[in-house]
């Protein structure tokens, strides 16, 4: 909404400065108009907001209902106020006192009334409205959380962010001020044409003379505006692009003293930005001084023409008194309503947006998604045939086949891309295969619910991401009953707790939103403290200890080692130390196993794994002649 | 606030003309009900059609004037408004990127790009509206009470008891609602926090089946912002319709009473009418008046914000102003010459003397570190994690200062090489690649602005990107990023690696560069990396294999060194680097032979 501007009438006004009391975006200021928005398909919208209104059904009639009740004491107001003019405007000595008290106590309770409806509307609209937002939010998050991985690796974070804030802010807004004041406008505005109609068509047509002249000078005003905003967001959006990149990256930044650079690009596009937001404010701040204009002017109309209205005698000063405040109630909304328009139908627009994400199809699960169920033993995974592709014609898995037992380590090896994560994720089921089946003891793992299958692996991920919270919340995350004590035993088995003792509040410490005030390593070994505390059947490691140093890194094999009896352990590296001790070693390069065997037999073959494995101890050839000098 | 004057001052002078503008406006607003009351007051009861036309026209006069008034107003405070607003940006963010690593690990930055955006918004919003309804408000509330006063002195109890109720409920308004708006915008972030941490850790989240358990945390969350905003609008609903009220209240007491004071003959009837638009204006002045409380506090906090920032500590060393102001505005960095690629190059030597160093707070990370590499020679630091490495090379790069002792550069104490110079000669490749959205060859170029085509091929010959960007379509122009490619974390470890050879750098400084690299790959970037003339290299990682050849070995543990030699010396005698062959080795040897 607009400045709130001069009221040269009387009488009140809607108290639509609530909106603007609102905390979390910039109100009030310069009429925003921001790039138009139309929702595709309004009535279907709607429709589905209403679901969400659930219980508030009859609450929501009854704030209509007051609603209008606020209005029409607002339209009869300036009525009012005009035979109580007529009562006192014969001048000295001339004053109808009685009928003056009667007016004037009729004219309380009016006010009275109005006040009360406008309080209880608002009131109840805020429960109904924050009831409505609170359950859109809860959907949505609920919806997100049954989302398939695919539709986070394919949407940017960004705009479902903006989703998830923005464009339920807007609902929300909607929701609490707009729709009353659509509607309240709308029955003003009716109402004080009606009025005006009724006490002289004359002075009506000579007050709304201006109104085409006013529609033409907004309308006009406000397409040029509207372009000018997009520009300036366009400017806005590139220049937030270049503050977030260069603050990421500032370490980078400076290093390379690309400092010049930077604020070069910086400039030219703040100075782009300044000129299309001066462009923007002056177009979008005209409209307010011109509409005073045409209140005016159309106030002025009114005067004169009243005035010799009554001159001639057709008028009491009394009507032109009331005419002045309705011709007040008829400008000021039809103002107003142009912007709640577009505000409406920006909020309806975010709320397809937000609809578009609630009708993205959840994880299928044909077998229920029965959350508990017994947790499920393991004895034998197995790989028939596998292919897997994210883009049809980009096949990143293709003919896989193995066996990973209980008890026993498969390793998984091979240069970048070859495959290993993906790998990861069809065990997971965030991805399913699109040929071939994974078995686990003989039962396919797509009949098998997807919380269960995830439930019998602990999987320290490649990337390892860390909540905003404390080092021990961290861990227990793996399980959420674990005690403190247990959480402990987990850290010692990931050797975290060395570092974690050390860190300013052990393991109180908070960690930051990406978990930056630890070093990579520091996170990996909190990721698989996790892992471990989960006490999987499964436990899958990608690239766990990649960036772990190699004597804390071999005291972790250790404790891994004992922790092998009883599961299935399946390890991803491309260091190939950490899985010498595997019972079976794949290597995986293009996505197709080319050799699989133990470490020793496959040095043996001298084939993909020896040349990998002397890639790796090309210098070790000499270190190992060095060795002797050890002993 | 003192940052908003200083911010404004510059333009006085617009400003100054808002203001002006903004007063011809108010004037014309005041003036209009004034002469409606004399059109009422003298035309009608005198039946003189001329007067109420030239009443008329001196009132759209009036009214154009104050258009005139407004427009003028709206055009010189966007000017101003946005003016201020690009300079703030733009000195914030010189600042941010002029700030010290130690003030930079003090803020996240997430904080500091919510300054820079957000809060630099506000302030230039709120300038805004401090240049048109800052100044409107007063005038339309003074005009408006002397108006009153002048057709009506009587009314003075009756003005002060109006003034009286709005002053409680504005009052009332502010000391409530403001903590409450804080605490719903807390409340909103605490969402936000959990719908980025559930996007971000999506897969650790369903790997562990957490979705329920996240959807309670979400709850939790979302009714606590629930209820603190019921709370908020529940207040603004009961006080706004109060004020109306009070207004109205007022209103029919002043008829009541004015009717009184027209039957003794002492009022007209037109002045009335008058004297209850005035009141009308003032209540909606003290409204634009609250708001700008509301504002005010909450500009005053994005203020503070963006005063800690640049309350923070700069780096170091006068020569390292990127200010712009004193350096050529057309001045094209992509033109300067960052190293003359024909001049020969000389590697740097580096000396640590007694380096002691700590972190903002907490316990030491070096203590008493001393140890030299000579010029083109390559040393390797090694040591476990957490045992202060990455230190060593945040020192050289002048990150930080050392608490204690000193650090030679080419014999020179480092303090005393322009910052700008010491960068520019020495390239880092970090633990996590950070790359820049723009092509691959934008990123390699990234470091020198622009370089040959056979500097390039070179760069990516050595750090292998050449192996893999062939299979690009696009090649070196492949965009990376959100609207490009997604690289993996060797690819990328690569990219940023040929960004810094591309350098030709007097020292190189490799922070486990080459760790997402899968083994054949990299064994190959070492070869490369050891043909490199000129140039001094430290690499540290936690693999001997990685610092074999090294012509020396820093052994470090817990931030000493707790040896130094070559391999063969360190194996003969240090137990350290001993017990660190053995793990990575034993194993190795016990398949010895094949």
């Given amino acids: ?631 | 606030m003192r940052l908003l004057f200083r911010s404004l001052s510059p333009y006085w002078i617009p400003a100054l003309g808002a203001v002006l503008l903004m007063t011809g406006e108010v004037v014309a607003d005041v003036y209009q009900p004034l002469l409606m009351s004399r059109i009422v007051d003298v035309g009608i009861r005198t039946g003189d059609l001329p007067f109420i036309l030239s009443s008329g026209f001196r009132m759209v006069l009036i009214a154009f004037l104050g258009s005139i008034g407004g427009v003028g107003c709206t055009i010189l405070s966007s000017y101003t408004s946005q003016s201020v607003g690009a300079d703030l940006r733009e000195r914030l963010f010189a600042h941010t990127l002029s700030l010290s690593f130690p003030s930079l690990d003090t803020t996240s930055p997430p904080t500091l790009i919510t300054r820079l955006t957000n809060d630099v918004t506000q302030v230039q919003t709120f300038v805004l509206m401090m240049l048109r309804m800052m100044v409107r408000a007063p005038l339309l509330l003074v005009g408006g009470t002397v108006m009153i006063l002048l057709l009506n002195p009587s009314l003075t109890p009756f003005l002060i008891a109006f003034y009286a109720t709005l002053f409680l409920g504005m009052g009332l308004l502010i000391r409530k609602g403001l903590p409450l708006f804080n605490l719903v915008q807390k409340k909103l972030d605490g969402v936000n926090r959990v719908v980025r941490e559930n996007l971000a850790g999506i897969r650790l989240i369903k790997a562990f089946v957490r979705g329920e358990y996240e959807i309670e945390r979400f709850r939790a969350a979302n009714r606590e912002l629930k209820d603190s905003t019921v709370r908020v609008s529940r207040l603004m609903s009961g006080t706004l319709p109060l004020l109306f009220l009070s207004m109205n209240l007022c209103m029919i007491a002043i008829l009541w009473f004015g009717a009184h004071q027209i039957q003794g003959g002492t009022l007209q009837a037109g002045k009335l009418i008058a004297i209850i638009t005035y009141l009308t204006q003032i209540l909606h002045s003290m409204m634009m008046v609250a708001f700008l409380i509301v504002t005010l506090a909450r500009v005053k906090s994005s203020i503070g914000r963006i005063d800690e920032v640049f309350a923070l500590e700069r780096e170091a060393h006068g020569d390292n102003k990127i200010d712009r102001r004193e350096q050529p505005q057309e001045g094209n960095p992509q033109e300067l010459p960052l190293w003359p690629s024909s001049s020969p190059q000389e590697p740097w030597s580096i000396e640590f003397q007694q380096v002691r160093f700590r972190y903002r707070k907490g316990e030491p990370v070096l203590a008493d570190l001393s140890f030299r590499v000579e010029g083109g020679k390559t040393l390797g630091i090694l040591g476990s994690t957490g045992s202060g490495k990455s230190t060593i090379l945040a020192l050289i790069l002048r990150f930080y200062e050392p608490e204690e002792g000193r650090i030679l550069v080419h014999g020179m104490p480092m303090h005393k090489i322009p910052l700008t110079v010491l960068r520019r000669r020495i390239a880092w490749v970090s633990q996590n690649p950070f790359l820049f959205s723009g092509t691959v060859r934008e990123n390699i170029l990234w470091g020198v602005g622009e370089a040959t085509e056979e500097d390039l091929q070179w760069a990516s010959r050595i750090a292998r990107v050449d192996e893999f960007i062939e299979r690009f379509p696009e090649g070196y122009e492949t965009l990376i990023g959100q609207r490009g490619v997604t690289l993996s974390g060797g690819q990328k470890q690569r990219i940023s690696l040929a960004r810094a050879l591309l350098k030709k750098p007097a020292i190189l400084l490799l922070d486990d560069a080459t760790s997402a690299v899968d083994l054949a790959t990299e064994a190959s970037i070492q070869e490369g990396l050891r043909s490199l003339q000129g140039t001094t290299v430290i690499v540290v990682t936690q693999r001997i294999s990685s610092v074999v050849f090294a012509d020396s070995i820093l052994v470090l543990e817990e931030g000493r060194a707790q040896g130094w030699g070559t391999h063969r010396e360190l194996l003969r005698c240090n137990p350290i680097y001993q017990d660190i062959f053995r793990s990575q080795m034993e194993e190795e040897l016990r398949n010895g032979g094949t």
């Fill in chain 1, 1 to 631: 909404m607009g400045e709130p501007r001069t009221e040269s009438g009387f009488g009140r006004s809607s108290p639509a400065m609530g909106m603007a009391f609102r905390p979390g975006r910039a109100p009030g200021g310069p009429v925003y108009l921001g790039p138009k928005e139309k929702p595709r398909n309004t009535r279907r919208t709607v429709g589905r907001m209403v679901q969400f209104l659930s219980g508030g059904w009859v609450t929501l009639l009854f704030v209509f209902v007051l609603v209008c009740i606020a209005s029409l004491s607002n339209l009869l107001g300036p009525y009012w106020i005009g035979k109580v003019v007529d009562t006192f405007v014969g001048g000295t000595g001339k004053v109808d006192f009685l009928a003056l008290k009667t007016l004037l106590i009729q004219l309380l309770a009016l006010y009275i009334v109005g006040g009360v409806c406008t309080f209880l509307q608002y009131y109840l609209m805020a429960g109904i409205s924050q009831d409505v937002v609170f359950r859109i939010r809860e959907k949505l998050f609920q919806h997100l959380q049954n989302l398939p991985v695919a539709f986070f690796d394919r949407r940017s974070h960004g705009d479902l962010m903006s989703r998830m804030t923005n464009d339920i802010e807007n609902i929300n807004m909607t929701l609490s001020q707009g729709i009353l004041q659509v509607f309240s406008s709308f029955i003003t505005l009716t109402g004080a044409f009606l009025m005006m109609v009724f006490l002289s068509p004359l002075l009506t047509l000579l007050t709304l003379m201006v109104i085409p002249l006013g529609f033409l000078v907004t309308t006009l005003l406000s397409r040029n505006t509207r372009k000018a905003f997009s520009l300036q967001q366009k400017a806005l959006g590139d220049l937030n692009g270049l503050i977030e990149e260069s603050i990421t990256g500032i370490w980078i930044v400076k290093a390379f003293t690309g400092e010049r650079k930077v604020s070069d690009k910086f400039s030219r596009i703040n100075r782009e930005l300044r000129k299309q937001g001066i462009w923007a404010q002056i177009l979008a701040g005209t409209v307010p001084p011109l509409m005073n204009l045409m209140n005016n002017l159309s106030f002025l109309s009114t005067a004169v023409g009243g005035g010799w209205l009554v001159l001639r005698g057709s008028l009491s000063v009394g009507i032109v008194a009331s005419f002045l405040q309705y011709s007040r109630q008829f400008m000021r909304p039809l103002n107003e309503m142009a912007n709640q328009v577009n505000l409406l139908q920006a909020a309806l627009a975010g709320a397809e947006r937000v609809f578009e994400i609630l009708d993205e199809s959840p994880e299928v699960d044909k077998n229920g998604d029965s959350k508990d169920g017994s947790p499920l033993q393991v004895n034998r995974i197995e790989f028939v045939d596998v292919h897997f592709s994210y883009l049809p014609e980009v096949p990143v898995l293709r003919d896989l086949d193995f066996e990973a037992w209980r008890g026993k380590t498969i390793a998984i090896v091979g240069p970048t891309g070859a495959g290993k994560t993906t790998l990861v994720s069809l065990l997971a089921r965030f991805y399913e295969p699109s040929r071939g089946r994974i078995l686990f003891d003989d039962r396919d793992i797509r009949t098998i619910p997807k919380a269960i299958v995830r439930g019998a692996l602990g999987i320290v991920l490649q990337d390892t991401y860390l909540f905003s919270s404390t080092v021990r919340e961290n861990i227990r995350y793996g399980r959420l009953d674990a005690t403190d004590e247990e959480v402990l035993e987990a850290a010692r088995m990931a050797e975290a707790d060395p570092f974690i003792r050390r860190l300013p509040q052990g393991y109180d410490t908070m960690l930051s939103d990406e978990g930056l005030n630890i070093s990579q390593g520091e996170r990996q070994l909190i990721s698989l403290a996790r892992a471990l505390l989960a006490n999987p059947p499964i436990l899958v490691l990608d690239e766990a200890t990649s960036n772990v140093d190699t004597r804390t890194e071999l005291h972790i094999q250790r404790a891994l080692g004992r922790l092998r009896k009883g599961r299935i352990s399946i390890v991803i590296a491309h260091r190939l130390s950490t899985i010498r001790d595997a019972d079976v070693i794949l290597v995986l390069q293009e996505g197709r196993i080319v050799e699989r065997g133990t470490h020793r037999s496959l040095l043996e073959a001298k084939s993909a794994y020896h040349a990998l494995y002397h890639a790796q101890f090309r210098r070790q050839a000499e270190l190992r002649s060095s060795h002797n000098l050890v002993e």
